[in-house]
């Protein structure tokens, strides 16, 4: 069984962190160009386009386009193959295969933080599931999207009961 301190904490918890960090006023000592640099390399590494506009709004920060457009053309890309997988799976599979290809479709808007995009996606996903911990576990990945504001969280938590 692995470490349980050698396993990666997610990134969006690390992301999360960061920009409370830069954010806060009351820390002394606290490199905010730093900061900022480690938000940004993870915020394009991983391709987080509505992400990005938020934070960039919201902290104040110069938003730069072409980034911007980088990671929406990139993002757009992975879409059209998973929405192909998703017809493929539909016309040529199983139940399964389809319910696993609305899945993937869901984790990757989740993880590129269109929370709102995922939740639909989940909801989607969460109609042709029949498993309870399935269910459970697409809920949970909803929380992770969420993070704040606590209102969605609690609605996620209620489905799960």
């Given at each position: 069984m692995a470490d349980p301190e050698s396993e990666k904490q997610d990134f969006r918890l690390e992301l999360a962190q960061q920009v409370f960090l830069y954010r806060s006023?009351?820390?002394?000592?606290?490199?905010?160009?730093?900061?900022?640099?480690?938000?940004?390399?993870?915020?394009?590494?991983?391709?987080?386009?509505p992400y990005y506009e938020h934070i960039c709004g919201e902290l104040g920060w110069e938003l730069q386009?072409?980034?911007?457009?980088?990671?929406?053309?990139?993002?757009?890309?992975?879409?059209?193959?998973?929405?192909?997988?998703?017809?493929?799976?539909?016309?040529?599979?199983?139940?399964t295969e389809v319910r696993d290809a609305l899945h993937a479709r869901a984790t990757f808007l989740g993880d590129t933080g269109d929370c709102e995009a995922a939740a639909a996606a989940y909801k989607e996903t969460e109609d042709k599931t029949a498993s309870g911990a399935s269910k459970a576990d697409m809920v949970f990945a909803q929380i992770r999207c969420?993070?704040?504001?606590?209102?969605?969280?609690?609605?996620?938590?209620?489905?799960c009961a």
């Open positions: 006023t009351d820390i002394a000592g606290l490199d905010k160009a730093q900061l900022q640099e480690q938000i940004l390399q993870t915020i394009f590494s991983k391709g987080l386009a386009q072409s980034k911007l457009q980088e990671m929406q053309a990139s993002n757009a890309k992975q879409l059209e193959d998973l929405a192909a997988k998703i017809k493929d799976a539909e016309e040529n599979l199983g139940e969420a993070l704040t504001p606590w209102a969605q969280v609690g609605s996620a938590q209620l489905r």
